[in-house]
């Protein structure tokens, strides 16, 4: 749409001289284009076409009625939103009651003083002006948003095309990954270091947008990597140093992350972690009881990137035959409850205590929960779930 940012008053009479006098009246106004209509038949099509800032009608007209001209202009997508003016000889109430009935913005007796003429002309026109310059903004921002949501759709799909597949055995993992509207910094992955170390971790990036999306998957990337530098995977504390160092916040944007880095051993049933301010996966036991303990796998290390001295402690926690390590985002968390208090880790843990079966339908499960609690389908965070089973 083209706003116009000039005054275009097109004057709808059939009388030359009406059309001549409010010629000479616009003539010297600066800013103020006039164009004279003398033929009712032909005033809707003229109106499409030149798209008038004002419309001056005459009300009695040999080929048209004026009132129902009024009426086509509202009808007409092209002057369903133009001020109108009514110019007339009558000063009837009824006139004036119909014709504003009929979409009239004003009703000027004719011909009125030059003064007047031209200052209403002009009040009309700037608010006509205005409403077209908004109505543009409106339609840009719905345009930017559209592309930025493609944008976003796009890179929710490069991100979740990374993601690996589940597996069943030796041990079970499962995932879900739901994106929010403006796509956040999660990632996540497992797999085998050898034949008898399962590397599993999941990371979150502050913010939302492609950019925190992105960061996201070069840590991921890094992850893996990192054996190359000399780190070793099956070490959750070099893994964390490692990633610390690559990623320092003042280079990246000021974004940082946070990470839960486990290695699972076989042999010894035994789970190595560390963390850097993330949420704490839940080790949940084959048969949980009521007052059963899940516990907190909580890594005590910062987030990565925002300090550099900073030391990753790597802990270890006992892995009982058919026990499940649940890991999540802040976005599984970070939900408000009617009561305003976030439904957080206790209200994981209920949920946990409530699901038996650690099986793939306690993920859409949880995601329901989640969903019925924040009262939207469409979550302010990522919602990000690994589901472990140990065999």
Same mark, same amino acid.
């Given at each position: 749409?083209?706003?116009?940012?000039?005054?275009?008053?097109?004057?709808?009479?059939?009388?030359?001289?009406?059309?001549?006098?409010?010629?000479?009246?616009?003539?010297?106004?600066?800013?103020?284009?006039?164009?004279?209509?003398?033929?009712?038949?032909?005033?809707?099509?003229?109106?499409?076409?030149?798209?008038?800032?004002?419309?001056?009608?005459?009300?009695?007209?040999?080929?048209?009625?004026?009132?129902?001209?009024?009426?086509?202009?509202?009808?007409?997508?092209?002057?369903?939103?133009?001020?109108?003016?009514?110019?007339?000889?009558?000063?009837?109430?009824?006139?004036?009651?119909?014709?504003?009935?009929?979409?009239?913005?004003?009703?000027?007796?004719?011909?009125?003083?030059?003064?007047?003429?031209?200052?209403?002309?002009?009040?009309?026109?700037? +608010?006509?002006?205005?409403?077209?310059?908004?109505?543009?903004?409106?339609?840009?921002?719905?345009?930017?948003?559209?592309?930025?949501?493609?944008?976003?759709?796009?890179?929710?799909?490069?991100?979740?095309?990374?993601?690996?597949?589940?597996?069943?055995?030796?041990?079970?993992?499962?995932?879900?990954?739901?994106?929010?509207?403006?796509?956040?910094? #999660?990632?996540?992955?497992?797999?085998?270091?050898?034949?008898?170390?399962?590397?599993?971790?999941?990371?979150?990036?502050?913010?939302?947008?492609?950019?925190?999306?992105?960061?996201?998957?070069?840590?991921?990337?890094?992850?893996?990597?990192?054996?190359?530098?000399?780190?070793?995977?099956?070490?959750?504390?070099?893994?964390?140093?490692?990633?610390?160092?690559?990623?320092?916040?003042?280079?990246?944007?000021?974004?940082?992350?946070?990470?839960?880095?486990?290695?699972?051993?076989?042999?010894?049933?035994?789970?190595?972690?560390?963390? +850097?301010?993330?949420?704490?996966?839940?080790?949940?036991?084959?048969?949980?009881?009521?007052?059963?303990?899940?516990?907190?796998?909580? +890594?005590?290390?910062?987030?990565?990137?925002?300090?550099?001295?900073?030391?990753?402690?790597?802990?270890?926690?006992?892995?009982?035959?058919?026990?499940?390590?649940?890991?999540?985002?802040?976005?599984?968390?970070?939900?408000?409850? #009617?009561?305003?208090?976030?439904?957080?880790?206790?209200?994981?843990?209920?949920?946990?205590?409530?699901?038996?079966?650690?099986?793939?339908?306690?993920?859409?499960?949880?995601?329901?929960?989640?969903?019925?609690?924040?009262?939207?389908?469409?979550?302010?965070?990522?919602?990000?779930?690994?589901?472990?089973?140990?065999?």
């Amino acid at each position: 749409m083209n706003v116009p940012d000039t005054c275009v008053v097109l004057l709808v009479d059939d009388q030359l001289i009406i059309g001549e006098a409010v010629r000479r009246i616009l003539a010297p106004q600066e800013g103020i284009t006039f164009h004279f209509c003398q033929k009712g038949a032909e005033a809707l099509a003229a109106a499409a076409r030149l798209k008038p800032t004002v419309i001056l009608q005459d009300l009695v007209m040999p080929d048209a009625d004026g009132l129902d001209l009024v009426r086509g202009y509202r009808q007409q997508e092209a002057t369903a939103l133009t001020p109108l003016i009514v110019l007339s000889s009558k000063e009837e109430g009824t006139t004036k009651a119909e014709a504003f009935a009929r979409g009239a913005n004003d009703y000027i007796v004719k011909l009125p003083d030059p003064v007047e003429l031209v200052a209403r002309i002009r009040y009309h026109s700037r +608010g006509y002006l205005s409403l077209l310059q908004r109505n543009q903004a409106f339609e840009d921002l719905r345009a930017s948003q559209a592309a930025l949501a493609a944008e976003l759709a796009k890179a929710a799909a490069y991100v979740r095309s990374l993601l690996p597949s589940p597996i069943r055995e030796p041990v079970a993992i499962d995932w879900r990954f739901v994106p929010s509207a403006s796509l956040g910094g #999660d990632c996540f992955d497992y797999f085998w270091i050898d034949d008898d170390h399962l590397a599993l971790y999941l990371l979150d990036v502050c913010g939302h947008g492609v950019g925190p999306a992105l960061l996201g998957v070069s840590a991921s990337n890094a992850v893996r990597s990192s054996a190359f530098s000399g780190a070793d995977l099956r070490d959750p504390t070099g893994v964390l140093h490692h990633l610390n160092a690559a990623f320092p916040m003042e280079k990246h944007d000021n974004m940082f992350f946070t990470i839960w880095y486990g290695v699972y051993r076989r042999s010894t049933r035994t789970l190595s972690f560390s963390g +850097g301010g993330h949420p704490p996966p839940l080790l949940v036991p084959a048969r949980l009881s009521a007052d059963g303990q899940i516990a907190q796998l909580l +890594g005590p290390g910062p987030p990565i990137g925002v300090d550099s001295t900073e030391t990753f402690p790597t802990l270890t926690a006992k892995v009982t035959p058919g026990s499940s390590l649940l890991l999540y985002s802040d976005g599984v968390t970070e939900v408000a409850l #009617d009561s305003g208090k976030l439904w957080g880790i206790a209200g994981l843990e209920q949920f946990m205590h409530s699901h038996q079966e650690h099986g793939p339908r306690l993920l859409d499960n949880l995601h329901q929960r989640v969903v019925s609690i924040a009262g939207k389908d469409v979550l302010a965070d990522d919602f990000s779930t690994l589901l472990a089973t140990f065999a």
